[in-house]
């Protein structure tokens, strides 16, 4: 229980925390007091170890630097031992040290004493952030804004010992990784994988054995797919594979001495191996995670004083029903199918019987789960309301190492985002709606009310349509028709009208408003490309503003790549001017009849008419894009005999959902819809190799030259199925074409 009391008529900061970790048994609060401030002046000193190291010193400096921030006091720093004066012991220079880092986190006051440690010296850092927030009240929202009260008196009482239930706490976001002091402040991780080997931290089997150095001469080492060796993924049951990676993994250790942690992982694609003997054995296992499960542990038993982590991924996530993990596994369960519109618990039950099953055969799980979505960073996704109920889902499964992959880069809401998300990891009971409003009060200010209805409406809006499948490589042309729709939208951005409006006048709150304005402006941005009547792409000067406004909050926001593919936000704008420009130009095509040789598959509603809708797909394959996954053959009539002179026809790639470029796109004109001339073929100038860029638009276009046609065929070639060296090798391929023009 925590107890926070604040007298305000004498301006005393009057603290009473009893406060007990997960794992702590309840304590009854002490009656002593101990005195930090009175009157703006201390007698106290700050005591650390002689031999104390860099974080307790640090440690010790960061509670002198905050005290004399909100009352004026500054206490000084020693090491030789104080007898007279009031003493705050800072790690290893507590008296009680012993005793008190039986737990992770220690605070406890008498009327002379207050000492402060955890049970490391990194620890006794966080816990003097400990105090500084939860006894004291300073706000640390980001790296560069928090709120520090004052006052002239401060007294802590506190018999304060915690253990979080999440001991490994990491968010995978630049805000931590880039600013030490920040992560230190909100108790998560410096970096994404601590401990592990840096070169080695997951998807290894290409490390191992590298395709171009074995793949030729040993095609038996990798996997057998539809009856061909394919370099997707390794042969596991292959004796000289175990060697090989139990040699690689020995010379990883020894290059990385410090490190006790390495990951034997599969690579990132589902083309696992069915040759007899590694099926037999995944049959018996009822799961791929057979295979997977029997080597790591061979590895594991031949490095017993080091942690060979795994993945429990796509194919692998289903525990094997009889082999279990060594007890120097560590399964990393990765949550990346579940929809996010609502708990885990609620929306992916097959997520949570696996993490279960794991829990059953004792496996030791630390949690990879996902908190943005990779194919668009910067578009609204209302899934905060999900974290603290999954996170205890995780909690109350025994996981107690977690890893949250946010975006890394900045993205929507960013600094919120990060900021619940360590508090969570801290303490998984905490309450979402109280957090809430908390950041936004002390993060927006007077627009907090805007930020806070806009967050719970997008919110709300998603819950009304409860079968919408919000996935973390999806788009939000998705929700256009729903919790996206034009009148959505149009409230939304009526909401942050208002937050802007209040505060005109104050540079530094309008920009972190603009700053939470980003995911909207890009919805909306995306929205135009529909060009629909309410929201045309003819209404330049309105898109033009909105543009101008996103690309000054994302720069502010330091924003250079939008998804998970590296796509740069240069790019990206480019694109939107070059769209805006065609969408000024007649096209002779729009909402030309479009008749189709091979059917489309899924996307655009198989509406053939997308070609010529006046709609223009934009970096993802759900906009817009209609897909094949055959050639593309394209009929478009005119309705009479009409003068043109070029004829062009977009294409998508996106190489790691295996969406290509087609190889060429024949363009033919026929005035009777019988008899065909060409009019050119034109080849793709960017053929696919191993550094081509995963995300890209190509407009393929003919030459410049007058004729005349009622009926023009275009046919896209598709390449049908990747190169060998692709991970989905083996499989088909797609292409997505968009807007036929005629000029």
């Not at 690689?248 to 290059?255: E, L, M, T």
């Not at 996170?391 to 985002?417: C, G, K, M, T, Y």
């Not at 720069?555 to 796509?567: R, S, T």
Request: glycine share 4%; aromatic share 12%; net charge neutral.
């Amino acid at each position: 229980m925590q107890l926070f009391v604040r007298a305000t008529f004498s301006f005393l900061f009057v603290l009473l925390l009893s406060f007990n970790g997960i794992q702590a048994n309840a304590q009854k609060a002490p009656s002593a007091s101990f005195t930090l401030v009175q009157q703006g002046s201390s007698k106290s000193v700050i005591q650390i170890a002689e031999n104390a190291d860099s974080d307790e010193r640090l440690a010790a400096t960061e509670l002198s630097d905050y005290i004399f921030k909100i009352a004026g006091a500054r206490i000084p720093v020693v090491s030789k031992k104080s007898t007279s004066n009031p003493v705050i012991y800072i790690g290893r220079a507590c008296p009680n040290y012993a005793a008190l880092i039986k737990k992770e986190y220690s605070i406890t006051s008498t009327n002379n004493t207050l000492q402060i440690t955890g049970a490391t010296p990194y620890q006794t850092l966080e816990t003097v952030y400990v105090l500084l927030e939860e006894f004291l009240g300073c706000q640390f929202l980001s790296p560069t804004v928090e709120k520090i009260p004052t006052t002239k008196n401060i007294i802590v009482t506190a018999d304060y010992h915690y253990t979080p239930a999440v001991l490994t706490r990491t968010v995978h976001s630049k805000l931590f990784y880039d600013n030490p002091s920040f992560a230190a402040k909100r108790r998560v991780t410096l970096e994404g994988f601590p401990k592990f080997v840096p070169e080695a931290r997951v998807h290894t089997f290409n490390k191992f054995l590298p395709e171009k150095n074995f793949f030729e001469n040993h095609p038996t080492f990798y996997a057998l797919v539809k009856n061909k060796r394919q370099p997707t993924q390794l042969c596991l049951s292959n004796d000289t594979v175990y060697q090989i990676i139990k040699d690689s993994v020995a010379a990883f250790f020894n290059r990385r001495p410090s490190a006790s942690v390495l990951s034997v992982s599969q690579d990132d694609n589902t083309q696992y191996c069915t040759c007899d003997k590694c099926a037999a054995i995944d049959a018996y296992e009822g799961s791929p995670s057979g295979t997977m499960i029997t080597l790591v542990n061979r590895i594991a038993k031949d490095f017993p004083n080091k942690t060979i982590a795994t993945l429990a991924y796509q194919y692998t996530r289903k525990a094997p029903l009889h082999i279990k993990p060594e007890k120097n596994v560590l399964v990393t369960l990765c949550s990346i199918e579940c929809d996010r519109s609502g708990p885990i618990a609620d929306k992916c039950k097959d997520f949570e019987s696996d993490l279960k099953a794991w829990g059953a055969i004792g496996a030791t799980i630390q949690i990879w789960d996902y908190t943005t979505q990779f194919t668009n960073f910067l578009a609204p996704f209302p899934n905060l309301e999900t974290l603290q109920p999954n996170i205890n889902l995780f909690v109350d499964n025994n996981a107690n190492w977690i890893f949250e992959q946010h975006s890394h880069n900045p993205s929507e809401f960013f600094e919120l985002r990060s900021w619940l998300l360590s508090k969570f990891l801290w303490n998984p009971k905490l309450n979402y709606a109280n957090l809430l409003q908390e950041f936004s009060n002390n993060y927006y200010g007077v627009a907090s009310p805007f930020i806070v209805k806009y967050l719970n409406d997008l919110h709300a809006a998603i819950k009304e349509t409860p079968k919408f499948y919000l996935f973390l490589y999806g788009d939000p042309a998705q929700g256009f028709e729903t919790w996206l729709s034009e009148q959505k939208l149009k409230q939304y951005n009526a909401l942050f009208d208002s937050a802007t409006n209040i505060t005109s006048g104050n540079a530094a709150l309008q920009a972190r408003v603009n700053e939470a304005r980003i995911g909207l402006d890009f919805a909306t941005l995306e929205f135009y490309r529909l060009n629909k009547a309410s929201f045309p792409l003819s209404d330049v000067t309105s898109i033009q503003q909105r543009v101008d406004r996103f690309t000054t909050a994302t720069g502010a926001q330091g924003i250079k790549i939008i998804n998970e593919m590296g796509l740069p936000l240069t790019d990206y704008l480019q694109g939107y001017q070059k769209l805006i420009a065609s969408a000024k130009e007649v096209n002779k095509a729009k909402n030309s009849k479009v008749t189709l040789a091979i059917k489309p598959v899924k996307y655009a509603k198989e509406d053939p008419q997308a070609l010529t809708d006046g709609a223009f797909g934009g970096w993802s394959f759900y906009a817009n894009w209609l897909g094949f996954l055959d050639d593309m053959k394209a009929t478009i009539d005119l309705g009479t005999v009409t003068n043109f002179s070029e004829v062009s026809v977009s294409f998508l790639q996106v190489t790691n959902h295996v969406v290509f470029f087609p190889t060429a796109v024949t363009f033919e004109a026929s005035e009777d819809g019988i008899n065909y001339t060409p009019i050119q073929t034109v080849d793709n100038v960017f053929p696919l190799v191993k550094t081509s860029k995963v995300n890209d638009i190509q407009v393929f276009a003919t030459s410049s030259k007058s004729q005349k046609a009622r009926f023009i065929r275009v046919t896209g070639k598709n390449m049908k199925s990747p190169p060998y060296w692709h991970h989905a090798a083996g499989t088909g391929a797609w292409i997505f074409a968009d807007e036929i023009v005629v000029k």
